[in-house]
């Protein structure tokens, strides 16, 4: 059946190059939601530790009970904080900080910008009395850069909010508390890292998304895409393929089926510009829920080894590629 392949070495040499843009691998936070990005949560998080790596951040507290023996400390994206030795919890609005338990360790996220969500910063002085009134284990403050990935200015006026929000915080009697706010962009945009961790995600895994006016540091893939070949016939001049036949044979050819689908998450996409595996084959006809075509005899064939290349075949963003995925494909660690 059709699998994915996670290359160690390639992880371990992303990891290696954002090490040195943080100053330390302790400072790198490994962003493991959505079952890291689609490359296998369990796997991703084993070898991200065995470098090193002592932080995680996940979507829920399922994902964060998967990995909780991986790590000194995972911080939990979106679910109800409850008290833990080794997760942390996002608080993104003031309501939840009244029903947030005394032995729950919580981070608040400040909105320095993305509007997306997160603790305003208007209401940052409130947050902070309601922490200390009602006596909450409050470990950190952080938030999110809405275009660190982008050339513009945004970046330096949210750092420059984030830089307030400290000095509020410090204000306040908060002087033991982490502080983070760099992504993956940020982080390799940065010259001087000062911050007590980065989160890092899409460039653990091998894809700077940086434009080309930035110094763009070189890094590799973790996640290639296999299938195996199922079935193999003689295709004649004219004779179509798959469903709607919206591929005509130019000439007599050897076709082969693979075991690879949009149920695995491959996308269905237009069939008059297809997919070119990552070994030069054009997907003949629709991609069908299980199975493609392709003119090979291979046993096996790489349909996917860079997802960035193959986001710009489908106008989307490497994230989707690997995390459209699914989580039953066999993950296999090379």
């Keep these: 059946m059709a699998y994915i392949k996670l290359n160690r070495e390639n992880l371990y040499y992303n990891l290696n190059q954002l090490s040195l843009k943080s100053g330390d691998k302790t400072k790198i936070a490994a962003v493991l939601k959505d079952n890291a990005y689609g490359h296998g949560l369990k796997e991703m998080a084993q070898m991200v ?8 951040v996940v979507i829920n507290q399922q994902e964060a009970n998967t990995i909780s023996s991986f790590f000194k400390n995972i911080l939990v994206l979106n679910d109800t904080p409850k008290a833990s030795t080794n997760f942390t919890y996002s608080i993104t609005e003031l309501s939840q900080l009244n029903t947030t338990p005394k032995d729950a360790k919580i981070e608040l996220k400040v909105d320095t910008g993305m509007h997306r969500n997160g603790i305003a910063l208007n209401e ?38 984030f830089t307030e929000v400290k000095k509020i915080a410090h204000q306040k009697g908060f002087k033991d508390i982490r502080f983070h706010s760099h992504n993956s962009a940020a982080l390799l945009r940065t010259n001087s890292f000062s911050e007590d961790i980065a989160r890092v995600g899409i460039a653990m895994y091998g894809f700077n998304e940086l434009p080309n006016i930035y110094d763009k540091l070189e890094l590799k893939p973790v996640l290639s895409l296999w299938a195996k070949r199922v079935s193999t016939r003689e295709l004649k001049k004219g004779q ?33 510009q297809p997919l ?13 829920m299980d199975f493609i075509s392709l003119e090979s005899i291979k046993e096996e064939l790489c349909i996917i080894n860079n997802a960035k290349i193959v986001a710009k075949q489908y106008n989307t963003i490497s994230y989707e590629i690997t995390t459209n995925l699914s989580s039953s494909l066999i993950r296999e660690i090379i």
């Design 49 to 56: 530790s065995n470098y090193g790596i002592q932080e995680a």
């Design 124 to 161: 940052l002085k409130e947050a902070l009395n309601i922490v200390k009134s009602k006596e909450l284990n409050l470990v950190g403050i952080f938030t999110h850069f809405k275009s660190a990935d982008e050339f513009s200015s945004e970046l330096a006026w949210q750092i420059a909010n």
């Design 240 to 272: 179509r393929v798959g469903y709607g036949g919206d591929f005509i044979a130019p000439k007599d050819m050897i076709i082969s089926t693979y075991d690879i689908g949009y149920g695995d998450g491959l996308f269905r996409g237009n069939s008059q």
């Design 276 to 288: 070119i595996t990552a070994e030069g084959l054009p997907i003949l006809g629709r991609v069908s």
